[in-house]
């Protein structure tokens, strides 16, 4: 048998297994589903750009685009899941707290009817602190990139 071929299988999960993983509900849930989860190692996060996101009443009624923070946000929500499903953990006891962003870049702008795929990758990692080079792609385009680091907090209980 050959074990690489099980290392290079890759997972996909829906929104209900993400929230079992992250404690975000909306309407500060950024991702829809995640695909091609590779525990440890990478995944994507799938997210679809609605006209009926609450940020559009703001930002900017006339032009609607979506903040830059919250593509960064979308990239660590699935970084975020990526290490509590690699952990063997859940949102339950578990929180991801934000140490850095680092290398951000916003291209070009997201708009309604945009599914963002946030490509996600472990560049390191120590104990319960996760380095993440992350890039948001819509249609095969480099739309937002960001390098950030995380640490993984139990809950007081």
Not at 138 to 147: P, R
């Amino acid at each position: 048998m050959d074990m690489n071929a099980d290392a290079k299988k890759s997972t996909t999960f829906d929104v209900e297994r993400i929230m079992d993983l992250i404690p975000h509900r909306y309407p500060f849930l950024m991702i829809d589903r995640m695909i091609d989860v590779v525990p440890g190692k990478s995944a994507v996060g799938i997210k679809n750009v609605s006209i009926n996101e609450p940020f559009f009443q703001g930002h900017f009624p006339s032009k609607p685009i979506m903040p830059g923070v919250l593509i960064v946000e979308a990239m660590a929500q699935t970084a975020g899941a990526l290490v509590i499903y690699t952990n063997g953990q859940n949102s339950e006891n578990t929180f991801v707290y934000f140490m850095s962003v680092e290398q951000a870049r916003f291209r070009k702008p997201i708009t309604p009817g945009d599914c963002i795929h946030l490509h996600v990758e472990k560049q390191q990692s120590r104990g319960d602190v996760w380095k993440f080079k992350g890039e948001a792609m819509v249609d095969g385009v480099l739309m937002a990139e960001a390098v950030y680091t995380a640490m993984i907090v139990e809950k007081d209980k």
